[in-house]
Nanobody
Framework: QLQASGGGLVQTGGSLRLSCAAS????????MAWFRQAPGKEREFVAA????????NYADSVKGRFTISRDNAKNTMFLQMNSLKPEDTAVYYC??????????????????WGQGTQVTVSS
């Protein structure tokens, strides 16, 4: 199970830190990622991190502003979001997959999804 938290309302230029707590199977065996979905839009890839936490992959729209990380000892993944923009407003989902690599940007490539946390950036 994946439990995302940390969403909220923030002004343009502000920061938020999302967390994703995982339970169940060995956390370090999974590639982890964040996706987001804005109203009326399809789910889109945000960032992914490999099993050890050493390598990451970002969507161009968030590169340089967001940082994905993980703590395998605590079964937790994070998304530090800085310089937030109104277009970052969406429900953010943490996802996991056992049999993929961190280059995977397709929603269909991840089997496990959390419930989502709302991020709203006001202008």
């Amino acid at each position: 199970q994946l439990q995302a938290s940390g969403g909220g309302l923030v002004q343009t230029g502000g920061s938020l830190r999302l967390s994703c707590a995982a339970s169940g199977r060995t956390f370090s065996s999974f590639v982890m990622a964040w996706f987001r979905q804005a109203p009326g839009k399809e789910r889109e890839f945000v960032a992914a991190i490999n099993r050890s936490g050493v390598r990451t992959n970002y969507a161009d729209s968030v590169k340089g502003r967001f940082t994905i990380s993980r703590d395998n000892a605590k079964n937790t993944m994070f998304l530090q979001m800085n310089s937030l923009k109104p277009e970052d407003t969406a429900v953010y989902y943490c996802v996991a997959e056992l049999t993929t690599n961190f280059y995977n940007r397709s929603p269909g490539g991840y089997s496990y999804w959390g419930q989502g946390t709302q991020v709203t950036v006001s202008s």
